[in-house]
């Protein structure tokens, strides 16, 4: 049926042309597989005993556990709450006791155990009581938070929070949005099947979606293999609420900026977001989610996922999250003799499940079963011989023979210049590498070490940067006690010898006690003038010869102390004005700029005191 | 684990390789039709003193000998270097040539995937500069020669460098139409008399242009197998014919015409077999066209003002050395950045 369709559609002029569609360099057309699992329609999967919920099913931080062992729960009752900006919910899938919180291990590529509540079914399926929120009329922000507790999730792979995705700050400048149904992995049909048989609930949370956003226009990319879902998505945008754009069969148009690219013509600049240019990009699948919360109040539980490879029926099954892999082979009619392990993903991009009782989760759109003649181990790597099948399958344009030349050599910085950041893992050019070199390894391995270098060079800054600001504060500290205490000594004298004068006893040998610290007080303030004005490097600033005629005329200790708290200031200033200029001293390159005043002023400072102590010091009866 | 993409579409590095002995195989054909099956034992002593010396510098560098020998490129490298040097080359001028570009050019910088200059190019100008009277004395095509040799008359002179009594060296050879070229001009003849000369056919040199259409046929072979880009022949021969068109239009008495300059030599074996090797070439599309358009003006103008006959060797040599800034001044533009 599905193979006549196919034919059909490109047969007959108009289901299977691309009008419109750009191109993106590169890319490859793996054989698709796809017509093994698309053949029967989306089976329920029968209630498990037993969910496993990964509390990290998303991107971002660890939700909060709202349960404890032993809680009663009802289906879709909130487990878990987002916390923090970057997190989602998650909920009961069905209703149960909670029989265990505890690390189990989950699918990750790195096989590692992780946080996970355990829900042990109660048979009854019963679920909490929700209601529909009236979306038509809600405030857009109320109605985006109110999607936190929803749970969902992009369900296209990334599993990024979508209510983040939604939130516009009341002003959204996003005007296309874009359904991605590209579906472009082989083997993959969750999406292919869930616009057949549910387009009328997807084109309904376009609806939202588009609201939400504030988007005039909506496009659906489509990839050209699937002319049945195609033609249920046209019949369901009836009204105008989405425009179906078919694009050719190209692995991987599902990506999103290619998806842009061939949908809008519209190359998204590498250090910015889809919604810089005003267009944002959901899931098929994530959508449809997000129908349900409105209109039923149903968070997200479950999700369709393709059962394929070496099983004996593969097809796709609605899954609650939580259920073991194992339950989910079973019901496909279980993994032939040969079977040798899982892949959860596509072929392109999945990984190797570390057993087959990890739990189903939100990213798991697809499952293979593996065996070694579908997926034969890559013969062991010859050199490079700079082919560049590689850049000419590359999507993104980078130089990969470069990249790998760079990885391999750990030459990370040249890496970095080569834009290896830029790269999205899609393994392209490992497909077309005929020296089966492990590439996308290779350059996840680069972008690790970058990281993790940066991160521990940001520590090291950081680490440097306290300890010098510490420094400069100890020193500042010193320096102000013995200012203050220089600055007392001197106001003392100079308060007794006037108190001397004004009583007018003037013993033989005190006069000339109380001139020399009238005098020294005013060589001091000429020569913290002096200094400025050496430091401000500009001469007119104040002229010498009428400094010490000025400090002579001074008589009151007030005058004076106001004299050198003026030089001070004014020798703080030309420091900083010094720093500014790029005077500043060479250790203190790489401070930030808070630290750089606060050594600035430091030094000054230490200038002052050190002129007062020459004073202090130059007293013939300083105790 | 992560180990995706769990499958690949690729030719492995020996399949590459074999199409490009299968692309050779119509002008090796028409080589021994034109000038004798010595071509033959050629290939193959340059074949076995490569995969010789291949083995004993993999076994040498401790490297896996089998899947490096299976891969086939010491082959492609011995084959090119054979059908590069004059016909019915002594057997140890194949040898020394092989050597230098197996061991030296290829071995010593690392291997398959890590020598900078074009292996078989290596050896050619290493025998061109150490024996420049062998290496440019071929042997007139048998429809020119006064007595053609036999098939074992020609293994003799292989091998023992010796000719059938009362029969000279100079009785079976003849200058090439580009060496007689250059030496005619020099003497002060124009192109359109010294075109006069028997050794001329109808585009380039009489015989050698079967040749060169065998060439041109394997070429488009691998086009079509896309184991080579259409930029770097497209690019040399581009621009062979547009210097060698300048100078023909500016003084036809005195240059040749573009299509002799590309049907002549080694042009068309450059174009679709030596500048099209990716390991010492750029990689960048940009870089591609530079490149091959370098090989082509310097090819041409070797062959015009330089000391040897041809220019191919030196011109590729040359070139290879700018690989690296070629390949860093034209990198194209990722996804998404400014030019």
């Not at chain 1, 490859?28 to 989306?42: A, C, F, M, Y």
């Not at chain 2, 002593?45 to 896996?64: D, F």
């Not at chain 2, 009785?171 to 192109?191: G, H």
Request: glycine share 6%; with cysteine.
């Amino acid at each position: 049926m599905n193979a006549i369709l196919n034919l059909a559609s490109r047969l007959l002029p108009g289901l299977g042309r691309h009008d419109g569609v750009h191109a993106f360099n590169g890319g490859v057309h793996p054989p698709e597989h796809k017509n093994e699992s698309s053949n029967v329609p989306i089976s329920q999967l029968a209630l498990p005993k037993m969910l496993v919920l990964p509390l990290r099913q998303h991107v971002g931080h660890m939700p909060k556990i709202l349960v404890k062992v032993g809680d009663h729960v009802l289906k879709g009752q909130l487990l878990a709450e987002a916390e923090g900006t970057v997190s989602a919910a998650i909920h009961a899938p069905t209703s149960g006791t909670v029989t265990a919180i505890d690390e189990q291990i989950i699918p990750h590529p790195s096989g590692l155990p992780d946080g996970c509540i355990t829900l042990t079914s109660d048979g009854l399926d019963t679920w909490a009581p929700f209601q529909p929120i009236a979306w038509q009329q809600g405030d857009k922000k109320t109605l985006v938070d109110s999607l936190r507790r929803s749970g969902i999730v992009g369900l296209g792979g990334a599993t990024f929070p979508s209510h983040i995705k939604l939130r516009s700050n009341g002003q959204s400048n996003v005007h296309t949005l874009i359904i991605n149904a590209a579906e472009c992995e082989p083997y993959i049909t969750c999406d292919d099947m869930l616009m057949r048989e549910r387009a009328d609930e997807i084109v309904a949370g376009i609806e939202i979606v588009k609201y939400l956003l504030g988007a005039e226009t909506c496009l659906i990319g489509i990839e050209d293999n699937k002319p049945v879902a195609g033609t249920a998505m046209r019949a369901a945008c009836q009204q105008g609420q989405a425009e179906v754009k078919v694009v050719p069969t190209l692995y991987p148009s599902g990506d999103a900026r290619r998806l842009i690219q061939l949908l809008l013509d519209l190359e998204i600049p590498s250090d910015k977001r889809s919604t810089d240019l005003g267009v944002q990009v959901f899931n098929v699948a994530t959508v449809l989610a997000i129908y349900r919360y409105f209109a039923f109040g149903e968070p997200s539980i479950s999700r369709i996922v393709t059962v394929t490879g070496n099983v004996s029926r593969p097809q796709n099954f609605e899954v609650l999250f939580g259920t073991p892999l194992s339950d989910l082979i079973q019901a496909a009619g279980g993994a032939l003799a040969d079977t040798s392990h899982f892949i959860m993903g596509g072929p392109m991009m999945g990984f190797d499940l570390p057993s087959s009782q990890v739990p189903i989760t939100k990213a798991a759109n697809c499952i293979i079963a593996a065996k070694p003649d579908l997926f034969p181990a890559a013969p062991p790597a010859m050199p490079c011989i700079r082919c560049t099948r590689c850049a000419d399958a590359c999507p993104v344009n980078l130089q990969p023979q470069e990249l790998y030349w760079f990885a391999k050599s750990d030459n990370f910085e040249k890496a970095r210049d080569y834009n290896l950041f830029d790269c999205i893992e899609c393994g392209c050019c490992s497909y077309v590498c005929p020296s089966t070199i492990p590439l996308v390894q290779y350059y996840r391995y680069a972008k690790s070490e970058i990281i993790a270098t940066d991160k521990a060079q940001e520590a090291a800054d950081l680490a440097r940067e306290r300890n010098e600001f510490r420094l400069a504060r100890i020193e500042r500290e010193k320096l102000e006690r013995a200012q203050k205490h220089a600055e007392r000594a001197v106001a003392n004298k100079t308060e007794a010898s006037a108190q001397a004068n004004a009583a007018e006893v003037t013993p033989s040998a005190r006069p000339s006690d109380s001139a020399v610290t009238d005098k020294q007080a005013a060589i001091a303030a000429a020569i913290a003038r002096a200094k400025a004005q050496k430091l401000a490097g500009s001469p007119a600033a104040e002229p010498k010869a009428t400094a010490p005629s000025k400090a002579e005329s001074l008589s009151t200790p007030a005058d004076k102390q106001a004299l050198i708290a003026a030089a001070i200031e004014r020798a703080k200033a030309a420091k900083l004005a010094a720093a500014q200029a790029g005077l500043a001293p060479k250790n203190t390159d790489n401070v930030s700029a808070s630290v750089q005043a606060e050594i600035n002023q430091t030094d000054a400072i230490r200038e002052k005191a050190r002129k007062l102590n020459e004073l202090d010091s130059s007293e013939p009866d300083k105790g | 684990m992560n180990r995706s993409p769990y499958i690949s579409d690729a030719p492995s590095v020996s399949t590459i390789m074999l199409k490009v002995l299968l692309a050779l195989l119509p002008a090796i054909a028409a080589y021994t039709w034109v000038y004798g099956a010595g071509i033959l034992m050629s290939i193959a002593i340059a074949t076995s003193t490569a995969l010789i010396t291949e083995a004993a510098l993999l076994k040498v560098r401790q490297r896996p000998i089998k899947p490096y020998l299976m891969d086939m490129s010491a082959v492609v490298t011995a084959w090119l270097l054979a059908l590069a040097l004059p016909a019915l080359a002594p057997w140890w001028l194949v040898v020394v040539g092989t050597f230098f570009a197996i061991v030296i050019a290829k071995q010593l910088y690392g291997g398959l995937g890590y020598n900078p200059f074009n292996p078989a190019m290596v050896g050619y100008a290493v025998l061109l500069i150490s024996f420049p009277l062998i290496m440019t004395k071929w042997p007139a095509p048998l429809s020119l020669a006064q007595q053609p040799l036999s098939w074992t008359e020609q293994l003799t002179f292989i091998f023992q460098q010796t000719l059938p009594a009362g029969m000279t060296v100079d009785a079976i050879s003849s200058a090439t139409p580009l060496d007689y070229l250059k030496t005619q001009l020099m003497l002060n003849k124009d192109v359109a008399s010294i075109s006069q000369s028997p050794i001329f056919g109808r585009f380039g040199g009489q015989g050698q242009e079967w040749v060169t259409a065998g060439y041109l046929l394997g070429g488009l072979y691998l086009l079509q197998q896309r184991i080579i880009s259409w930029h770097l022949p497209t690019a040399f021969l581009l621009a062979l014919t547009a210097i060698s068109g300048a100078f023909y239009l500016a003084d036809p008495s005195h240059f040749a015409n573009p299509l002799f300059h590309v049907v002549s030599g080694a042009s068309l074996l450059c174009a679709f077999f030596i500048i099209t090797d990716p390991v010492s070439g750029p990689t960048t599309p940009k870089g591609k066209l530079y490149f091959a358009a370098g090989v082509g003006v310097l090819t041409y103008l070797i062959r015009v003002y330089g000391g040897y006959p041809d220019g191919v060797a030196f011109a590729v040599l040359i070139m290879n050395m700018c690989v690296p800034l070629i390949d860093a001044l034209t990198q194209p533009r990722v996804f998404g950045h400014e030019k």
